[in-house]
């Protein structure tokens, strides 16, 4: 969503601001023309009233107080609540048709806002109030129903409750909970939320996640925990006003935000909060005024310092981030809550130094990527199974494998089966994107005795719930902390029914030995035979410990560079459990064919091409139709083919039938560095003078693509506004300063 950029244009009077004014009140579906709704040049007693939006009812419920373009339009407060108080109109819009204000004015100070609130969105605030209580009056439960079973809310739970409960009665409206995975996160925010909603503060939630399967598996948490409130995971199209908790991910919601007002939401739950800081997700998170709460298990030390502003708990003082609650993973091992782990390594040289090849050095990031050995595959499957056999060579343990490819997933998933014959193929079994029915696959994993290993890329290593896990064998590498954490984090639950209070890492592509991490169980002869150190007393989180040698160290003899293929560098879309490669051209071919024949004979297809939006059933219908093979289009491939990663399957399916096209690379840039910027501006405090030089930055920095520095307040553009010595008057030198480190940090280095 591109916000106009009206720099260089001489709006000078209040007319023209207001021009803008009713545009934006028309987006947020009102009729500036029709008096029942909105009332213009209203004079009284208090004072005369630029605009009065009014009620169902036909009441005053809103001012708005319009100023020209120049003018800060927070600077007419005074005028605005005189009028505002002389007819009991609740709320106040403060604007000068580029930048909007909403002031509840009897309940906190004015919010820079994207856009003005619908009648809806206010009378829904006024609805609210009326047996609205305070948050702590609400008890929390002493057990709650899911999966099948009472449970009782966990002590550390309970503390993030009563931590959160201060910090809105304190007037904070983000917060950021740094929880290890294990520990209940989504419990603990569905129970957060019920409060939320019996107090009387929100009436419609958004609950942000990474992936549709994350999705299903928080819907499946909130109509347990949640039944009295309705839950809809959204596939696409706009939320349906009747849900009270909306599901969805970024790319599903983004591009209805033009059609939603910054008043739709009373509370946005992002889940893993990490990802929220560039692109996108920032601009999704700045669109609504509303109570933010972050959630990540990415341990404190690895939080971004601007994850840590977007949620309001970086110390400007101390120069340090101080989430609103942590809960280690350290500490949940510690407090019996989650699994301790043993660490076993198990190296070749290939996996530590890489290979060389027909004379090109391949390093340990290129294996798979860009060279396959399979005799290392192999290896690797022979390697897992015999250490296991060591441990209880009659007990199989449940396991996830992280690979680094489809295909390589594939051959894993091969070889597996190959060391276990007697299982007939089914002892392991690949679950990626392309997999048919891939919950189901997940499911039978979870559930069923076989596949014993499941063998992912990507859709396992975050968010799913598999506490029967008591082996990680990883063969992809990662140099991300995050990552590393969600992934060694599929292990920790606890399961009672098999008696499991530890796991195992089996470690191949030496992800452990680059963290530093080694074991941490207190069940572990390993960590006994720690020389005179209690269990628990020296350790700390992997970020910051320094150890010589990890434990469970094994090395295994060198697998002979044979049967190497290398992938030729071209565009392709691996698509299929078994990896095939696709040339990306010839993928989009075969996808327009399809759609293109569909148009005759899928309904649902049919209602694209004739201008209609698919409801977020639909979407999730057709998406089902689409996935199967051969060519299995899905939004993760098709996001490939086409180098496009914000790409919904609605769009791509415009696309195909040949009634819209997707944003040229000159487009997605430049509206990115828009969208990005609108939304880092809404969180800022600039002057109306301040953000007129900033617009000019922006738009310099999209004509020349590189990083900012003082020296653009020598361009003529700058220089006849005064140059950089106005400039440092408006900012201050330290201001300045920071104000383009951040610009370029945030919104331009990162498109």
């Not at 064998?473 to 992934?487: D, H, N």
């Amino acid at each position: 969503m591109t916000t106009q950029d009206t720099t260089g244009k001489k709006f000078l009077r209040e007319t023209d601001a207001r021009i803008l004014i009713d545009r934006k009140l028309r987006d947020a579906g009102w009729d500036p023309e029709d008096k029942n709704q909105v009332i213009t040049e209203e004079t009284s007693e208090a004072g005369r009233a630029d605009y009065i939006l009014k009620d169902g009812r036909g009441r005053g419920i809103a001012v708005i107080e319009a100023k020209r373009f120049s003018v800060e339009p927070a600077s007419a407060k005074q005028q605005a609540l005189s009028y505002a108080e002389s007819i009991k109109a609740e709320f106040i819009f403060l604007s000068n048709g580029e930048e909007i204000y909403f002031w509840d004015y009897k309940n906190r100070p004015e919010q820079k806002v994207a856009t003005f609130y619908s009648q809806r969105d206010l009378e829904k605030i006024q609805n609210l109030r009326l047996e609205q209580k305070p948050i702590s009056v609400i008890p929390i439960p002493e057990r709650y129903f899911k999966g099948g079973e009472w449970r009782m809310p966990r002590p550390y739970q309970k503390e993030a409750i009563q931590i959160m409960d201060k910090a809105l009665e304190g007037g904070k409206r983000k917060m950021l909970l740094v929880m290890a995975t294990g520990t209940g996160k989504t419990d603990t925010i569905a129970l957060y939320l019920k409060r939320l909603f019996d107090a009387g503060i929100v009436n419609r939630a958004l609950f942000l996640v990474d992936r549709i399967p994350l999705g299903v598996q928080t819907k499946e948490v909130f109509d347990e925990i949640l039944k009295d409130h309705s839950s809809a995971l959204l596939y696409g199209g706009k939320p349906k006003d009747e849900s009270e908790i909306v599901i969805s991910t970024l790319q599903t919601l983004y591009p209805q935000l033009p059609s939603l007002t910054s008043g739709y939401f009373d509370v946005i739950i992002s889940d893993e909060a990490h990802r929220t800081i560039f692109g996108v997700y920032n601009a999704v998170l700045s669109h609504f005024d509303a109570i933010r709460i972050g959630l990540t298990a990415t341990p404190s030390g690895y939080v971004d310092r601007n994850t840590y502003k977007l949620f309001g708990c970086w110390d400007e003082i101390e120069q340090k981030g101080k989430p609103t609650f942590v809960y280690s993973i350290r500490s949940g091992v510690k407090d019996g809550y989650l699994a301790g782990y043993d660490i076993a390594q198990i190296d070749t040289k290939v996996s530590l130094e890489g290979v060389n090849f027909e004379g090109e050095d391949y390093s340990p990031e290129d294996l798979e990527r860009k060279i396959n050995i399979p005799a290392r595959n192999e290896q690797v499957a022979q390697a897992y199974f015999a250490e296991e056999e060591k441990r209880d060579p009659k007990r199989p343990r449940k396991a996830i494998v992280y690979a680094v490819t489809k295909r390589h997933a594939a051959q894993l998933a091969y070889y597996f089966n190959q060391a276990k014959p007697e299982h007939k193929g089914r002892f392991a079994e690949v679950i990626t994107s392309d997999t048919e029915d891939p919950r189901g696959a997940i499911r039978r994993f979870k559930l069923e005795e076989m596949p014993i290993i499941a063998v992912s890329v990507g859709m396992m290593d975050t968010g799913i719930d598999a506490p029967m896990v008591e082996n990680l064998i990883m063969v992809r590498p990662t140099r991300s902390p995050i990552l590393y954490q969600q992934m060694r984090g599929r292990g920790s639950r606890l399961d009672h029914k098999i008696n499991k209070k530890s796991f195992r890492i089996y470690d191949f592509a030496g992800v452990t030995k680059y963290f530093n991490d080694e074991s941490y169980n207190p069940y572990s002869e390993i960590a006994k035979a720690k020389a005179g150190v209690p269990w628990g007393t020296e350790a700390k989180d992997f970020e910051e410990q320094e150890i010589e040698m990890p434990a469970g160290f094994i090395q295994v003899a060198e697998t002979a560079p044979e049967n190497i293929d290398v992938v030729i560098k071209r565009a392709y879309v691996e698509v299929g459990a078994e990896g095939e490669k696709i040339d990306s051209d010839d993928y989009q071919m075969a996808w327009e064919r399809q759609i293109q024949e569909l148009a005759q004979a899928e309904p649902l297809v049919r209602k694209i091409k004739e201008g209609q939006e698919l409801s977020s059933d639909e979407s999730m219908v057709l998406a089902e139709k689409l996935n199967s093979p051969k060519y299995y289009f899905n939004e993760a491939n098709l996001q490939e083919a086409y180098h496009y990663p914000p790409g919904t399957l609605n769009e791509f399916v415009k696309t195909a039938l040949g009634i819209a096209e997707l944003p040229t690379e000159e487009q997605l840039y430049e509206d990115r560095i828009n969208e990005l910027f609108e939304a880092w501006l809404v969180d800022k405090n600039f002057t109306v003078e301040q953000a007129k030089i900033l617009r000019l930055i922006k738009a310099q920095y999209i004509a020349r693509r590189q990083p900012i520095d003082a020296s653009i307040f020598e361009e003529p553009m700058f220089r006849a506004l005064g140059g950089l010595n106005r400039v440092l008057q408006m900012f201050g030198e330290d201001d300045l300063k920071l104000t383009l480190e951040e610009l370029n940090q945030r919104v331009f280095i990162n498109t």
